[in-house]
């Protein structure tokens, strides 16, 4: 069973993150020839204060 972790900054709506779950469950399990159900795909949410560049944060970037 393939697990796929995704990490995203925070403000994606619901259907985006539907559409994202969809379409890497489709490409692993092509890729890995599973059944897409066998995929299972996580997503965590980042807020912009958790996620840096260069050293700043994505907050202090803003």
Not at 10 to 15: C, I
Not at 27 to 48: C, D, F, G, Y
Request: proline content about 6%; cysteine-free; glycine content about 6%.
């Amino acid at each position: 069973m393939p697990i796929v972790q995704i990490h995203v900054l925070e403000g994606r709506n619901k259907q985006q993150i539907a559409r994202l779950v969809a379409n890497v469950s489709e490409a692993v399990a092509a890729s890995l020839e599973v059944k897409p159900e066998q995929v299972r795909v996580l997503v965590t949410e980042v807020p912009p204060s958790h996620w840096g560049v260069g050293g700043i944060t994505k907050e202090e970037q803003s």
